[in-house]
């Protein structure tokens, strides 16, 4: 299992247009990405999407891919609300939309965790610490050698 | 007993991640062996490995005049766990999103 992206997929009983109008359109995106009021949306290309989420801020995501009704990814600086989402602070968002036998199959890919420092008291479910660019790749090794460990009987096990 | 923080703090060190990998790739290994691998001295690598050994990172067991240490894989387990979080998140927002595709306009 990579730790350095999220793949996450789901079958809609809708044409890819509709799925497309629910991901780019302001009234819907704040339903789905913000806390319910519209977002503000340049659609385009370099342009941004402000979605407000309340107490935590709002976020300026910057808008990657604009390929109606198949593609359209941004990237988010979920760890830094209030600034712009750069390379360096963010991971990128892509969804693709898929038709399908009676509607459209969703796929949303989220990457570049290991390349995101993630500052203090931030991500408050998890309390991350700053500094954590890179962790990502450790955990892949490590919980690999768990496997070899845990799967060889040569080796002692503590 | 030590948080998800101190992990992340702990791995935050390109040398002490370092570290981490190659006693993942060796199962045991010493400060003096580590230390004839890498650039820096044997007493930096002690002081890298007490770093990884408060937060629970690795172990240490005497063995004659040289203790020898094992990764503990387990405390990369909560920091691996918060990825699950924000993937399930993102099943929130699917199903948020399907439902608003399914729904009569």
Do not use: C
């Not at chain 1, 712009?84 to 990457?111: D, I, M, Q, R």
């Not at chain 1, 700053?130 to 845990?150: C, L, N």
């Not at chain 2, 948080?3 to 010493?30: C, I, K, M, N, Y």
Request: no cysteine; aromatic share 6%; net charge negative.
């Amino acid at each position: 299992m990579s730790t350095d992206r999220i793949e996450r997929e789901i079958m809609i009983a809708a044409p890819p247009e509709r799925v497309w109008a629910v991901l780019t359109e302001p009234a819907h995106v704040g339903i789905w990405f913000g806390t319910g009021s519209p977002a503000e949306i340049d659609l385009r290309p370099g342009g941004l999407m402000v979605l407000d989420h309340g107490e935590h801020g709002s976020y300026s995501t910057l808008i990657v891919k604009v390929d109606p009704p198949r593609a359209f990814s941004y990237r988010w600086a979920s760890a830094y609300p209030d600034a712009v989402a750069t390379p360096e602070n963010s991971t990128l968002v892509e969804f693709s939309l898929e038709p399908a036998a009676g509607g459209t199959v969703l796929k949303v890919v989220e990457s570049g965790f290991d390349a995101i420092e993630i500052p203090a008291a931030r991500e408050t479910d998890a309390g991350f610490e700053s500094h954590s660019k890179g962790w990502t790749g450790v955990i892949e090794k490590v919980g690999a050698y768990a496997e070899r460990r845990d799967e060889s009987p040569l080796m002692p096990v503590s | 007993m030590t948080g998800v923080e101190d992990v992340l703090g702990a791995l935050a060190d390109p040398t002490r991640r370092d570290l981490l990998e190659r006693l993942s790739v060796h199962g045991f290994a010493t400060a003096t062996t580590l230390a004839e691998e890498l650039p820096i001295t044997r007493q930096a690598v002690v002081q890298h490995l007490a770093v990884l050994d408060a937060v629970g990172l690795v172990h240490g067991q005497r063995s004659g005049r040289e203790r020898r240490f094992e990764v503990r894989p387990e405390r990369l387990n909560e920091a691996a766990r918060w990825m699950n979080v924000l993937a399930a998140r993102w099943d929130q927002r699917l199903s948020t999103i399907r439902r608003l595709a399914e729904a009569a306009d």
